[in-house]
């Protein structure tokens, strides 16, 4: 069998398309925050969200799965 071409560290078509979509809604907040008109509340949401998202940046789709299942489930 032959060795792969691509280096090790190469992302799946799935984990490119997700890194995408982070990069998508971190750009979407950005833009939000600077709309906020006080700039000291826009620089506490800039650091907020650049916090949150370095916080999960190694969460996996599981984890939020995991984390998002006991708050769907249905009243009976």
Known sequence: MAASRLPPATLT???FLRRQQVLLLYRRILRAIRQV???SDR???KDWARGEFKRNKSATQEVRTRWLRPRLKRKT
Request: aromatic letters at 12%; zero cysteines; charged letters at 45%.
């Open 13 to 15: 078509l799935k984990q």
């Open 37 to 39: 008109p006080d700039d």
């Open 43 to 45: 620089r506490y949401l």
